[in-house]
């Protein structure tokens, strides 16, 4: 089966400065790669997808890559806010399946 | 109001017992998932359902049980055999044909 390996577990940065989170699956047939952010005592939200016909793809601050070759995917955040504190996972979808494999997540905390 | 409801927020189970979350969505989404959550784990998929009475089991679907009767519904049963069930429980659904999941607020379940 798919597994997906997500780093780091933590990262603290300044505010205003880029944040980079990166995931590796094991799965060469995936083709759908979701991320989410998820507030304390809260459910995830879906912030932003690729598929695998996509190697980049940006709304507003955040933006995601894709590079399949190497099969790992990163999510930039620029010029982040305090708001942005919160644990972020990533995800992959094989292709002809319907579930999701979830990385373990990384606790992003953006300092004032 | 349309989104994904998740009662209760909190759930207290004693030593024996069994209990049931529930997972409400007014989405008209077809396929809904069962996440256990623990610290520094993840999301772990416990069962699936892509449609009315059938549903698959998940990673770790051992100690627990769930029906799928009607479309907007898809309760988790907690049962004795689950000897760790303390977690946070997370339900999702996703729109027909599409890969996204949209997540309900979840439920802590404790034990005493």
């Known amino acids: 089966g798919e597994n997906v390996e997500q780093h780091p577990s933590t990262l603290s940065v300044q505010e205003g400065d880029s944040a980079v989170i990166k995931c590796t699956y094991s799965?060469?047939?995936?083709?759908?790669f979701p991320w989410y952010k998820q507030e304390l005592g809260k459910g995830p939200q879906l912030i932003i997808d690729?598929?695998?016909?996509?190697g980049e793809k940006k709304d507003q601050r955040i933006a995601v890559t894709l590079n399949k070759t190497a099969k790992h995917f990163s999510l930039h955040i620029t010029e982040t806010q305090p708001e942005d504190s919160a644990v972020y996972f990533c995800?992959?979808?094989?292709?002809?399946?319907?579930?999701?494999?979830f990385g373990k997540g990384t606790m992003l905390l953006v300092s004032p | 109001d349309g989104g994904i409801t998740q009662s209760p927020k909190y759930l207290f189970r004693k030593e024996g017992q069994n209990v049931t979350l529930s997972c409400e969505q007014n989405?008209?989404?077809?396929?809904m998932y069962w996440y256990r959550q623990d610290p520094g784990q993840g999301l772990r998929l416990i069962y699936y359902?892509?449609?009315?009475?059938?549903?698959q089991k998940g990673d770790i679907a051992e100690g627990y049980s769930v029906s799928r009767e009607k479309k907007e519904s898809f309760p988790l049963t907690v049962t004795s055999a689950q000897k760790n069930p303390t977690a946070f429980y997370l339900c999702?659904?996703?729109?027909?044909?599409?890969?996204?999941?949209?997540f309900g607020p979840g439920t802590r379940l404790l034990v005493l």
């Open positions: 690729i598929r695998s016909n996509v």
């Open positions: 799965d060469s047939a995936s083709n759908y």
């Open positions: 995800a992959a979808r094989p292709s002809g399946y319907s579930t999701l494999t």
């Open positions: 999702a659904s996703s729109p027909p044909e599409e890969e996204t999941q949209y």
């Open positions: 989405l008209n989404h077809d396929a």
């Open positions: 359902s892509q449609i009315v009475n059938d549903f």
